[in-house]
């Protein structure tokens, strides 16, 4: 295996042995080149343990790239490391008003940016961990199907106010017994691959017309 340095933004660089496993170079995607992207990778070190890396870099004036480097146990800790990774988190983008109270001239600019490099950082890593090695045993039994009858009447269609989708899951526990009880709140199934990770009381839908 070979000597692998990966710097870090704000910390010493991680020095290991180990060897790459995937990489994905988001500079240039659906058939064109962009200003901002993420590079991606992981590492398996000579351990058995894994490595995320994780950089943002941009060609746009008066932001400065920044990259992590994370050391995790297994192949399912890796793909957590990406999805519970912000894409937009280090992005300058469009200046906000001085004041609260001002009007915000580039707010739909502001939020097209963030959308598409939310879209593409997600089209990353569905390419990326790709692959049984990454991928987390679900125990469905903790998971309850979606209740049309909890819409009680409510004409307008359930939409995520996030980002949009249409598509969740109830939450569930065990109880002492040992059995599963669906709880009220509701999880969003982020089938738009953006990262969404929104939670909310199912008890709300009637006060809001279909939006918690």
């Given at each position: ?6 710097t870090r933004s704000g ?80 992005v300058v983008g469009y ?118």
């Amino acid at each position: 295996m070979e000597t692998v340095k990966l710097t870090r933004s704000g910390d010493a660089p991680i020095v290991f042995a180990g060897e790459l496993l995937a990489e994905n170079d988001g500079s240039r995607q659906l058939g064109r080149d962009h200003n901002r992207w993420h590079e991606l990778a992981i590492y398996r070190t000579e351990a058995g343990r894994y490595v995320a890396r994780i950089e943002y870099c941009t060609q746009w004036q008066g932001e400065s790239g920044h990259a992590i480097a994370t050391v995790v146990q297994s192949g399912a800790d890796v793909a957590r490391v990406f999805r519970d990774y912000d894409p937009t988190s280090h992005v300058v983008g469009y200046p906000l008003p001085s004041h609260a109270d001002m009007p915000d001239p580039y707010a739909d600019r502001r939020d097209r940016l963030n959308r598409d490099l939310r879209s593409r950082y997600a089209e990353q890593l569905r390419e990326m961990l790709d692959s049984d090695l990454f991928a987390e045993a679900a125990d469905l039994s903790l998971y309850a199907p979606f209740d049309a009858e909890l819409l009680r009447g409510v004409t307008q269609p359930f939409v995520c106010p996030a980002c949009g989708g249409h598509h969740f899951g109830r939450d569930t526990r065990k109880n002492e017994s040992g059995e599963v009880e669906v709880l009220t709140t509701v999880r969003c199934h982020d089938e738009r691959k953006v990262g969404c990770k929104w939670c909310g009381e199912w008890t709300d839908v009637d006060e809001q017309q279909g939006t918690p």
